[in-house]
């Protein structure tokens, strides 16, 4: 049994967001504002971890930093876009996997990471 729904040939990326979507302004902005406040928070921490790569600890540490910053910006920042202009999945497909395809290969590599240096 096909599923309609992820027929994206059906309609254009437009009349996908006219007819299905709803854009989400307060949602949408307070990811954006959340992921770039804990972005910023990451930072320092990123410095001394890279400061201080001698100890294998501080290079598991850094590169689970690294993971961090790339999870939080496409989870919250590529998300809180997409929720303010509206999209669904067929809106704009690359952008949706663009939010949810990085996430789990750079947690699955970070865990190689962390079995490699134990």
């Not at 309609?11 to 992921?35: N, Q």
């Not at 598991?60 to 509206?86: E, H, K, P, Q, W």
Request: with cysteine; glycine share 6%.
């Amino acid at each position: 049994m096909p599923a309609p729904e992820y027929n994206c040939s059906e309609h254009t990326p437009e009349e996908w967001t006219e007819l299905y979507g709803t854009p989400r302004f307060v949602l949408g902005i307070w990811s954006i504002v959340f992921a770039t406040a804990c972005q910023l928070l990451c930072v320092p921490s990123i410095r001394v971890f890279n400061r201080e790569r001698k100890l294998t600890s501080y290079k598991i540490m850094f590169n689970l930093a690294l993971a961090d910053l790339g999870g939080i910006t496409c989870v919250g920042s590529l998300f809180g876009y997409a929720m303010i202009r509206g999209y669904v999945f067929c809106s704009d497909t690359t952008l949706a996997w663009l939010i949810g395809y990085p996430v789990q290969p750079m947690l699955n590599s970070v865990r190689l990471l962390v079995r490699l240096f134990d």
